[in-house]
């Protein structure tokens, strides 16, 4: 186990945002593009609720699934935006999307396992299935297909021992959502689909789906942090097939013993009185995707199909690199620009550079007015 954590990669996004901050620390002015991170402040609403949760002594321990009232609501929000009915008893309430990740796969895989997903990918994914003694099976998407998996590609790739299928849409690192079609397509081939939808409710055209408006055989992994500001307040859960909810309730009372409380009581009124605010940010980032597209076309990267959720563009770089963590870190030392290598989402990510827009309009447009100075100086004889 321990030689699988020695060989595991870092997360690039991570290396570049903490070789940024040490050059803050040193007086730069660093313009950050490279975190998946909502520069909004948590809506009031969501504070006030855990202010008051700690004044009423809502301090201790909760179910190891989580209180029946966040459930309730998960359940609520589900029905409401997706005319899916599942049960408070299929919700799993874990410390953020990422725990709801692996104690999915700790519940669902076997040693040697595979798991079927795109390549580019949340570099996270292929770790955890590693780390569990699983193999990762990438099937390739290309840009001029707008990073979108293929089901057709997806049959090409079950085999034996193929235990999940895991799609994440809207995506991390390219923004691409899947269509309706696809999705039913995908439910239909089979094995368990695990599906991330940590991004849903950021989508500028058209509408996300979630994978239970095609299959009741599938695993939902979603949270708070991004559709409303929450990264910090460390809130996620699991939707699961009733047959493995007591399993994922046995990994959390031994490695977890329960999500925070105090998070949880806030995770109601994200859910019930929040959308006012998640539409006004909404509404906020869509503009600056609209700018960080423009700017980036401008000034030389390639984005063939415009990404229309999360909050990302994947950005062709090839024109100026065919190493994007070396580029990555010569954007950072000599632009002050943060940004992601697309090395980090897989193999068929590399010269490609990961930007977020995660940031207001004015910082993107200094960053953007930056990077083309430097890229024009890189050039120059």
Known sequence: MREIVVDMPPFYAMEVFERAQELERQGRSIIHLEVGEPDFPTPTCIAEAATRAVS???????????????????????????GVSISPSQVVVTDGSS?????????LLEAGDEVILSNPHYPCYPNIIKFLGCVPVFVKVSERDGFLLSPQEI????????????????????????????????????????????????VYEGREHSILEFTDNAFVVNGFSKRFAMTGWRLGYII????????????MQNFFIAANTISQWAGI????EAGPDVKRMV??????????????????????????????????????????????????????????????????????IRFSYANSIENISTAMDRLERYLKSRQAP
């Open 155 to 202: 049959k090409e790739k079950i085999g034996s021992r193929t235990k999940a299928i895991l799609i994440n849409s809207p995506g991390n690192p390219t923004g691409h959502v899947l269509d309706a079609d696809t999705m039913n397509e995908i439910a239909a081939l089979s094995p368990i689909v695990v599906s991330d939808e940590i991004y849903h409710g950021l």
């Open 99 to 107: 725990q709801a990740l692996l104690i999915t796969f700790c519940a």
């Open 240 to 251: 699961a097939p009733k047959k493995y909810v007591r399993l994922l309730q046995k990994l």
């Open 283 to 352: 509404e906020i980032f869509n503009k600056r995707r609209k700018l960080t597209i423009e700017r980036l076309r401008k000034i030389g990267f390639g984005v063939a199909v415009e990404p229309t959720g999360a909050f990302y563009v994947l950005a062709n770089a090839k024109k100026f690199t065919g190493d994007s963590l070396k580029f990555a870190f010569e954007l950072l030392e000599e632009a002050s620009i943060g940004a992601t290598p697309g090395i980090d989402f897989g193999n068929n990510a590399e010269g490609y």
């Open 269 to 272: 009124a994200a859910i019930r």
């Open 56 to 82: 009423e002594g809502k301090t201790h321990y909760t179910s190891s699934v989580g209180i029946l009232e966040l459930r309730e609501a998960i359940v609520e929000d589900y029905l409401e935006r997706y």
